[in-house]
């Protein structure tokens, strides 16, 4: 089955910026979705379809896709940013999630 | 704006079976694709399956010989039922919106906590 492996942890100083990567096999070949979820929260999309954002989503928040390597990169990291991240793919009709990456704003 | 919300039993015992029904608000359910996805505590995602509202479903497949999700159009509603819970069934239980022709999932209700215990 395919894989999706996540850092466990990035931290990003305040105002800098954070690369969260997402690994799988020829992962540049599919579509990766990235959600935010704070805790006690529902994941709340930030990008789809590799680079997309959805509305309401602040143009910090970017994604790239190629390769074996997806990124999401959060530009100018807040507090608010704080939170765990996962990637998201769809293999042979079923969806995979990476394992999470908790961001932390130091 | 369309928006979801989970409901059902906080508390199912082992070998019983897990029932949620997820209703859709401010829009149709007839069109779209309708998962259920669930995240045990302090883990993460494990998406369960889908239906589309004609009916044709997909389920991941760890859980395939357990799981059955349905819909009700009339009521704007889909539900899961999953049959012979354990201990490791118990999760926050989330329901989400893939829309027809895209493959991410744009809207999640606020996930519903369900405890396998006797």
């Known amino acids: 089955s395919y894989e999706l492996t996540q850092p466990l942890s990035v931290s990003v100083a305040l105002g800098q910026t954070a690369r969260i990567t997402c690994g799988g096999n020829?992962?540049?070949?599919?579509?990766v979705h990235w959600y935010q979820q704070k805790p006690g929260q529902a994941p709340v999309l930030v990008i789809y379809?590799?680079?997309k954002r959805p509305s309401g989503i602040p143009e910090r928040f970017s994604g790239s896709n190629s390769g074996n390597t997806a990124t999401l990169t959060i530009s100018r990291a807040q507090a608010g940013d704080e939170a765990d991240y996962y990637c998201h793919v769809w293999d042979s009709s079923t969806v995979v999630f990476g394992g999470g990456t908790k961001l932390t704003v130091l | 704006q369309v928006q979801l919300q989970e409901s059902g039993p906080g508390l199912v015992k082992p070998s019983e079976t897990l029932s949620l029904t997820c209703t859709v608000s401010?829009?149709?359910?007839?069109?779209?694709?309708w998962s259920w996805i669930r995240q045990p505590p302090g883990k993460g995602l494990e998406w369960i399956g889908y239906?589309?509202?004609?009916?044709?479903?997909n389920y991941t497949p760890s859980l395939k010989s357990r799981v059955t999700i349905s819909v009700d159009t009339s009521k704007n509603q889909f539900s899961l039922n999953l049959s012979s819970v354990t201990a490791a069934d118990t999760a926050i239980y989330y329901c989400?919106?893939?829309?027809?022709?895209?493959?991410?999932?744009?809207?999640w209700g606020q996930g519903t906590m369900v405890t396998v215990s006797s």
């Open positions: 379809t590799d680079s």
């Open positions: 401010g829009g149709s359910i007839s069109s779209h694709y």
């Open positions: 020829n992962i540049g070949s599919k579509n």
């Open positions: 239906i589309h509202y004609s009916g044709s479903t």
């Open positions: 989400a919106r893939r829309p027809d022709g895209g493959s991410a999932f744009d809207i």
